[in-house]
């Protein structure tokens, strides 16, 4: 079987100091030091990552719209990290969506140009709470998946993470049976829209080192994406170890 995708989201937090301490143990550790497990780390911190010559894979939190080089001041482009091995890139995650006002014609240019360059673009989507309780959670997940069918990509490869977003920070998970219905809602809308995609499905959402196994034994399911457990060493070696 092949192993799970670990992605640990950083989010606007690291220093120098804890990049190089952390990231040491990950390092001397086989279970962390392996390509299916995957830090996104702030942009600063890209460089001395790279540097520790490890052999964890190395994401990005967000990218530009604009492709290649030229007159965008503050931007950083896909070509740019490629030149940094990175391998994976989140787009479109729901705090963005939120405080940023990201929206599907914006996150379409994002996915197109991590893909021209050969990044594996990692989409989020999820709903709000109130979604959620209106029971029209399906729909509003299907329109932020809807932007697939729009892109101008010959080959279509992307992980997408379905992290709900009252389940980011909150402690509170959705059920196995919550997870597996919309694993397989995404399954189907990208079969019937797109046969050729290849894709994998991430959840994301208060993952831990206490509910990672059963998470992980949801049939279909790729990994996950992990964000304040990634930020302890303890704890986020217990959720690879089960990868
Ligand atoms: P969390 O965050 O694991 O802290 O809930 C997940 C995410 O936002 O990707």
Not at 181 to 194: A, D, P, R
């Amino acid at each position: 079987m092949a192993k799970k995708l670990i992605v640990a989201n950083w989010k606007m937090n690291g220093s120098i100091a804890k990049i190089e301490h952390d990231l040491s143990v990950y390092k001397t550790n086989a279970l962390t030091n392996s390509p299916n497990v995957v830090f996104a780390l702030p942009m600063p911190y890209l460089y001395q990552t790279i540097d520790l010559g490890a052999g964890f894979g190395v994401a990005c939190q967000d990218i530009s719209q604009f492709c290649g080089f030229g007159a965008y001041t503050g931007e950083i482009s896909a070509a740019m990290l490629l030149e940094f091995n990175v391998k994976y890139t989140l787009v479109g995650h729901s705090e963005r969506r939120a405080a940023i006002g990201e929206d599907n014609s914006l996150l379409a240019k994002k996915l197109e140009n991590l893909i021209s360059v050969g990044i594996t673009p990692i989409l989020c989507i999820g709903e709000p709470r109130s979604i959620r309780d209106s029971g029209k959670y399906q729909g509003f997940l299907i329109d932020q998946l809807s932007l697939l069918t729009s892109l101008n990509v010959e080959v279509l490869e992307l992980v997408i993470a379905y992290e709900p977003i009252w389940a980011i920070g909150t402690g509170k998970t959705p059920t196995i049976e919550e997870i597996t219905e919309i694993v397989n809602l995404i399954h189907s809308f990208v079969q019937k829209t797109s046969a050729h995609a290849k894709i994998l499905v991430l959840y994301g959402g208060s993952v831990t080192g206490k509910n990672i196994a059963d998470i992980l034994h949801i049939p279909e399911i790729a990994g996950v994406l992990v964000g304040g457990a990634s930020l302890k060493v303890d704890e986020f070696t217990a959720i690879c170890t089960e990868a």
